[in-house]
């Protein structure tokens, strides 16, 4: 299987790269060299590649960013799916791009489904959602999945920076009232192929499972799995920031196609959260920003 990867420098796309099974053929993308929202290179890479699936990985993460220019967010966002899906339908591929659990409003109590209906709080979260609704009317074999509070080795996110600062002794300060279901990159990366080699169109929940956790909760459990004080992690309430985009206060994900389709779950939070930790304190790596898919 050819597989094309957008955004692949980027945390889940080095993740994608990385878990490809054995047997395919993988051609990385990063933005230099396939800016998705240009339609002359998109084709130009698909006449040239010719994939037979394509990952996009490819976004504009910078939600506070995203609401201070939303034309940037509209494009690369949303624009950008939809070159790819126009690609895909043409060259009969399938198409799986990675969205966000960003696109709902964090209302709800539970855990937020397919069947509930989206409504972004911020700019980043409604091109995110269009970048899906534009991707599924262009091209019919559209894979698209939801995931959120992304974290893993070799690219920029939340868990990686709260790990180097405690490992240099400095306090982490980490939002306890707000909740997501925390996903380990390589994890995602491998439903993603399962996904591919199944070729269901839709729209997929793919996190880690558990009850997911606030960003204080998961800060702690990873900096004491590391060894370290949880006295470093300071909760402090959303309400103190201040940020130019609104966050879901809840955007915890569950799928209701996965076991349909065969699809096994991931595996729980706390087994992820440990392997994460080991190649963390191993390779003493750090990132500087939170990045949010």
């Not at 339609?39 to 006449?47: R, S």
């Not at 959260?273 to 963390?280: D, P, R, S, T």
């Given at each position: 299987m ?28 990063d ?7 240009d ?9 040239r ?8 990985c ?44 960003y696109v ?5 109590e ?5 069947g509930?209906?989206p ?48 490992q ?26 399962r996904?591919a ?28 799995g ?46 992820a ?8 304190t ?12």
């Open positions: 050819r597989v094309l990867i957008t955004g692949a420098a980027g945390l889940v796309g080095h993740a994608v790269r990385a878990n490809c099974p054995a047997g395919n053929n993988v051609i990385g993308f933005h230099q060299s396939l800016d998705i929202t339609e002359l290179k998109v084709n130009n890479a698909f006449e590649e010719r994939p037979e699936v394509v990952v996009n490819a976004a504009w993460t910078d939600v506070d960013g995203c609401e201070i220019d939303p034309e940037r967010a509209q494009e690369a966002n949303a624009r950008g799916p939809e070159l790819l899906a126009r690609a895909c339908r043409k060259h009969d591929t399938l198409l799986i791009t990675i969205s966000t659990d709902f409003d964090g209302e709800k539970g855990f937020y489904t397919q509930d209906e409504n972004p709080l911020s700019v980043y979260g409604l091109s995110k959602l269009e970048g899906e609704r534009c991707a599924q009317e262009v091209c019919a074999a559209t894979i698209v999945v939801r995931s959120g509070y992304i974290f893993g080795s070799g690219g920029r996110n939340f868990l990686s920076t709260v790990l180097a600062r405690a240099r002794g400095q306090r982490i300060r980490a939002i306890h009232d707000m909740f997501g279901t925390p996903t380990y990159a390589p994890d995602l990366a491998c439903q993603i192929f996904l080699k199944l070729g269901v169109p839709g729209t997929y929940h793919i996190v880690n499972s558990g009850e997911g956790a606030s960003f204080a909760d998961f800060a702690r459990a990873a900096v004491t590391a060894g370290l004080s949880g006295s470093l992690v300071e909760a402090i309430s959303l309400k103190t920031l201040s940020r130019p985009a609104a966050r879901p206060r809840n955007s915890r994900l569950r799928c209701l196609f996965s076991e349909a389709i065969g699809l096994p779950a991931l595996r729980p939070l706390p087994e959260l440990v392997e994460f930790v080991n190649a963390e191993s390779s003493k790596s750090s990132n500087p920003v939170i990045g949010t898919v």
